[in-house]
């Protein structure tokens, strides 16, 4: 895979904010004076690649649609020190808000995403209209018990942090990739060269394996600490039927504790069902998002 600099991958619609000192990437589309905004929270290694087949259909019905590439994933800062913990993403969600003088807008995460919105819209629920969890990787004590990543402190030592950036960057090679990949589908024909260098030229950039180690490093304090019964953003809840990264099973039990919310299952699609079926998602979101819950 050729090699890119992050000035090579910057599209027409992106651009850099600073947040806490860091170059967060952003790509903006539509209108700048729709009321109507969604904001696109990409999943764990992803970027916003992901949203390709989405964001178009979006802005053809008069929706700002923004894509942000967290800090440490795709063109975004990467480093070791900054903390990744999902609380501390979702504090630079709304500085990047702020800075768009934005407050009241549709907020899509995917995956780890979702955990990301989910802790979002606890602190700050003034700022979301509705909530639209994809497949959402959503860690909560009555759902995922104490998740706790030894690695965590064994990361902090620099000899151990050293050989983990070797055997990450040895590991991490073209093909397995492509395994890694081919698993977030259900049809499993579907991934092609083009979209495996789509994601891997955002994702292998900087120093992406640092900002990886570094993410790990903070897992243990991406936990929901409140109840999801606590959210009352109106709230959708989509999953792959063919999931095997994210069971659908937890998609359920995120839809029966946030109300008001509804469930959409997608058929003959995997961990990304945005891509793999997009034209049924996208109906099911424009519904979704056109329909009167009050």
């Not at 501390?88 to 549709?106: F, H, W």
């Not at 055997?167 to 092609?192: A, G, V």
Request: proline share 3%; hydrophobic share 35%; glycine share 6%.
């Amino acid at each position: 895979m050729e090699t890119c600099t992050k000035e090579d991958l910057v599209s027409d619609n992106g651009t850099f904010l600073l947040v806490e000192g860091k170059q967060i990437y952003i790509e903006d589309f539509g209108s700048k004076s729709s009321e109507k905004v969604l904001v696109f929270i990409h999943g764990f290694g992803s970027n916003n690649y992901s949203w390709r087949k989405n964001i178009p259909f979006f802005t053809e019905k008069g929706y700002r649609a923004i894509a942000i590439e967290l800090l440490g994933f795709g063109l975004s800062d990467k480093d070791w020190k900054s903390d990744y913990s999902h609380p501390a993403q979702a504090d630079r969600i709304k500085s990047i808000l702020d800075q768009l003088e934005l407050n009241n807008v549709t907020l899509v995460g995917h995956s780890m995403g979702g955990n990301v919105a989910v802790h979002f819209t606890h602190k700050y629920p003034e700022y979301v209209d509705k909530l639209i969890l994809v497949d959402g990787s959503v860690f909560t004590k009555s759902i995922n018990g104490h998740p706790n990543l030894p690695l965590s402190f064994f990361l902090e030592l620099p000899p151990i942090r050293r050989t983990a950036r070797h055997i990450l960057r040895f590991f991490l090679t073209e093909e397995r990739s492509k395994q890694i990949f081919q698993s977030t589908f259900y049809n499993k024909d579907y991934l092609t060269n083009e979209i495996l260098e789509g994601y891997g030229e955002r994702t292998i950039i900087g120093e992406w394996d640092l900002s990886l180690l570094a993410a790990t490093r903070d897992y243990n304090r991406n936990m929901i600490k409140f109840e999801l019964q606590e959210i009352k953003t109106t709230t959708l809840v989509i999953t792959g039927d063919n999931d095997t990264w994210v069971s659908p099973d937890l998609a359920e039990r995120i839809s029966r504790e946030i109300e008001p919310s509804e469930l959409i299952i997608i058929s003959n699609a995997g961990h990304l069902p945005m891509e793999e079926q997009s034209e049924i998602f996208n109906q099911e979101l424009y519904a979704f998002l056109t329909t009167d819950y009050e």
